[in-house]
Each structure stands twice: as structure tokens, then as C-alpha cells.
């Protein structure tokens, strides 16, 4: 069967790095997608990674693992605008998106 | 930029009502998509289509039609809503190929069915 864990919420001060992990399981893999999604609006694609390693976007990074399982997003200088619901998608061998639950990031002062 | 509109915003239906949502892109995509999204859940895939003129089933179809009988338009129809069909609709975009999983949301559509 196909699954994907992420954890529901976390909390993080300004300023500060946080690091959102993501854990599958399939058969088939295209792929692993994180998008951003602020309270009350669509969500935003970050970032796609296909093979291990890091991949760097500004303050934004993603790790894959394919043969973990395992994804995290790291977010560095942490800013308020930064509070939103993180997803972990990834990609079936059908090339659909499967999607976690997401991730609520909350930024305190 | 338009991007990918949405209409309604918002709508309340009662039981038994039917109701038409209605996407657009401008962006020349080929594939189109309606998912929804419930607090505590993973965005669910309820169609898709590859092209103009096709359609396809995603994870949860019963309930729900769809028609793209233009490139640029994506049609999600509740035949007969229930209350478990409450949620929020979004729809998105992409194109075939690397870009595949890289889609672009429209602003959802809030539905409450009474």
C-alpha cells in the first residue's frame, strides 16, 4: 500500500531553523513535492525533488532519501510570514500526488 | 496574471441541491484537477483530466462529475449534495512531463451543504 506521515503541527521562534519531516511508503516513486499553504488560501508549490540529496532555494532546502522513505523541508531565518501549513506530497508510479495531511507551522516572537 | 480562477467562492446548498463549480486557466496547461481538502486530511484527488474532451476518476469520485470540453475550463458538478460532500474544492493546473507535480491552485471554493 501507499502512506505518508508527516506531524501535525509544530512550533518554531523567529529567527530560528525548523526542520518538517515526511515519511512514505509505495511501490512506485516520481518523486517528492513540498508545498506552503496559508490559513485560508491555496496552496503553493516550494520544491521537487526526484533523487537523494539536498536541494537548496533560498532560506527553503529539501533532503530526499528514496531509499529511506524520507523527506524533510528545512526552513532557515525564520520569519512570522513563515506560520503556514507545510504538505509533503509524493508522486505514484500512476504519477498522481499523494498528500500528507500538512505540517502547521506556527512562528512565535 | 489570472492564474487559475475559481467561482463560487463560497456557496451553502441544502441537501438534495445540485450545484456546478467552475474552473479556469490561463495558463494553456493540459491537466486539470478538483481536490478536496478536509481539517486532519491530505488533499484528495476526486477527477482529473489529461486533455480536452477527457476525464478520469481520482481517489474519491462517487458523488461527483466532471466535463472539460475546453482546454481552459474544468467543471466539478454535485448531482446530489450531501452533507459529507462539505468541504473545500480547489482546483489546479500543471503540465505534462518534469512539471507534472509542480500545480498551480486556484483560491478554493467553500462549500457547506445543510
Known amino acids: 500500500g501507499q502512506n505518508i506521515d508527516q506531524p501535525t503541527e509544530m512550533t518554531a521562534t523567529e529567527g530560528a531553523i525548523v526542520q518538517i519531516n515526511c515519511t512514505y511508503q509505495?511501490?512506485?516513486?516520481?518523486?517528492l513535492f513540498w508545498y506552503q499553504q496559508h490559513a485560508g488560501e491555496a496552496p503553493t508549490f516550494l520544491s521537487y525533488?526526484?533523487l537523494d540529496g539536498l536541494e537548496e532555494k533560498g532560506r527553503f532546502s529539501s533532503f530526499l532519501s528514496r531509499s529511506k522513505g524520507y523527506s524533510y523541508l528545512l526552513l532557515k531565518e525564520l520569519q512570522m510570514k513563515d506560520s503556514a501549513s507545510y504538505l509533503c506530497?509524493?508522486?505514484?508510479?500512476?504519477?498522481?500526488?499523494?498528500w500528507g495531511a500538512g505540517t502547521k507551522l506556527i512562528i512565535k516572537p | 496574471n489570472a492564474g487559475v480562477t475559481q467561482t463560487p467562492k463560497f456557496r451553502v446548498l441544502k441537501t438534495g441541491q445540485s450545484m456546478t463549480l467552475l474552473c479556469a486557466q490561463d495558463?494553456?496547461?493540459?491537466?486539470m484537477y478538483w481536490y478536496r481538502q478536509d481539517p486532519g486530511m491530505g488533499l484528495r484527488l476526486i477527477h482529473y483530466?489529461?486533455?480536452?474532451?477527457?476525464?478520469a476518476k481520482g481517489e474519491v469520485p462517487d458523488g461527483y462529475n466532471v466535463s472539460r470540453l475546453k482546454k481552459q475550463n474544468f467543471l466539478l458538478g454535485l448531482e446530489s449534495a450531501a452533507p459529507s460532500q462539505t468541504s473545500v474544492y480547489f482546483c489546479?493546473?500543471?503540465?505534462?512531463?518534469?512539471?507534472?507535480?509542480?500545480?498551480?491552485f486556484g483560491e478554493g471554493s467553500r462549500l457547506t451543504v445543510l
Open positions: 489546479a493546473s500543471s503540465n505534462p512531463g518534469v512539471h507534472t507535480g509542480e500545480l498551480f
Open positions: 495558463m494553456n496547461h493540459e491537466y
Open positions: 483530466s489529461v486533455g480536452e474532451g477527457t476525464t
Open positions: 509505495t511501490s512506485g516513486f516520481n518523486g
Open positions: 525533488n526526484v
Open positions: 506530497a509524493f508522486m505514484d508510479s500512476n504519477y498522481q500526488l499523494i
